[in-house]
């Protein structure tokens, strides 16, 4: 497995010292087709757009040389249908240009829709799937920064960006090529600046990819301080902070604004250069094509074409800085995504499959030892088994490892020392999401989604009914309080449902742990933050489902767990006492004196 990592990791490191165009080209492979599509459209296009001003040069030799155009060399001396042979090509071309500029766009953008959504698609699954300590080191805010802000990044570029860099290239190459056929004695003077743009846009590139790099790092930090701001809005309000946390966002927002005020005072230098590269090369094929017109080495209609082409070969290439823009852009939030996509995924799933309904609840730990990135272990080589159908508690003090043991057999951390067991069959080698199928969790920090109180209870029960989901929640002792709110099974919660008290979240998520009716339910501290009366309300919905079903839970308040099977105390990673509440008090230690403080008794 080390060997799979650091191949991995190797791996990792190569694809991000790739350059992000082709790691982005990689991800797109299955979009090559509609790519193909896109760019032949602007190709076509704008071969017809640079089309009017050789129709212009040739209508002008009609005009000069008559009988004698280029038209007329052709066998059509009648100079009305010469004429008329270029009007029906203007049309022609017109229409052509007009069709291939809807169809690109029409690509490009859809094109850029979906790979937008695709990506996003792509990011989000992939975050699902890996361990909470990638979450506990990363800002929310962060995370979202890149699934959106990122993402919109890359869209706006194949929006705009690809199809300006195809036609600016087709430009050069088709009118520089026009220059040399027509007249190749001065088309050197059109083309010389060329050189000069590009080497200058690749230098700027240069110049502006750190820059835009240091942006986007900054709009990261600035949504991670945004999103935990409004998710602490309360604490904000109620310890009146709000100037302290007004400054702290003008901090990072002025970092923002001060690198994106760096990465613009680069590139809007770069249209101005350029400008004075096309004066030079305009104003010299002007004089000096003039000349050759004038002493007829070169044809008036072909030095009429020159000056107009000129223009459409070098003024496109001003719109190189704001395309460069987005594609600095672009690329910076390219590795920010891919790096994210690139992020091993830590715990893998088994190939055992485990059908809800023939899981017994049997749980076994057998020798686990445990640490958070770069800490102490929190759990020291414990040993527990958990038999199938009984209740158990653990109680100990806080950091002694209690929530960690949940955790460990969630699977939301790989367990490095150890094994853990599930009807004799380790963790590891279970299929995770039959595993987390079968636990039904019930948490003192309850997350409610915005959205009904059915949807909340019917959360991981999609297809349950209206009927299933009132029982459970009349099992869980909260069908009365529901059917006092404003519009009942349908009212909205709000986020994180903070329209309702701890003690009614607490009882929706009891109700949903019973619609989902796993063989094994876990109270992690379900009862600690609630009055008296919901506690006893909470307790008698609680022995009613824990019958004949696995249940570990977690608690504080002895109270409510003296009735467990069997009580297990942690002290610092370690068990260090069990058995039944009555045993325990006899035994005179750690759980006694918990005990003794909790009833009042010294």
Known sequence: MATAFKSHQISRRRRHSEHPLQRLLDYGHKYRKKIWLAAGSSILNKLFDLAPPALVGIAVDVVVKQQDSIIAQLGIKDIFGQFLILSLLTVITWILESIFEYRYKLIWRNLAQNIQHNLRLDAYNHLQELELAYFEERSTGGLMSILSDDVNQLERFLDVGANDIIQVVTTIVVVGGGFFILAPSIA?????PIPFILWGSVFFQKLLAPRYAEVREKVGLLNARLSNNLSGITTIKSFTAEDYESARLEKESDAYRQSNTKAIA????????????????FTVLLLFGGMEAVAGRISVGAYSSLVFLVQLLLWPLTRLGDTFDLYQRAMASTNRVMDLLDTPIAIHTGNITLPVETVRG?????????AYH???PVVKNLSLQIPAGHTIAIVGSTGSGKSTLVKLLLRLYELPVGSITLDGIDLQNLNLRDLRRCIGLVSQDVFLFHGTVAENIAYGSFEATEHEI?????????????????QGYETIVGERGQKLSGGQRQR??????????????????????VDNETEAAIQRSLERITVNRTTIAIAHRLSTIRNANCIYVMEHGKLVEFGTHEQLLEQDGIYTSLWRVQSGLR
């Open 266 to 281: 680069l590139s809007a230098a770069f249209i101005p250069l350029i400008r004075m590269l096309i004066l030079a090369a």
């Open 188 to 192: 050197w003077m059109a083309i010389l």
């Open 362 to 370: 049997e749980v076994e730990f057998k020798n686990v030892t445990f």
């Open 508 to 529: 929706i998520a009891i109700a949903r742990a019973v619609l989902k009716n796993p063989p094994i339910l876990i109270l992690d501290e379900a009862t600690s933050a």
């Open 470 to 486: 009132m029982m459970a929640a009349k099992v869980a002792e909260a069908h009365e309080f529901i059917m006092h709110l404003p």
């Open 374 to 376: 770069e800490r102490l």
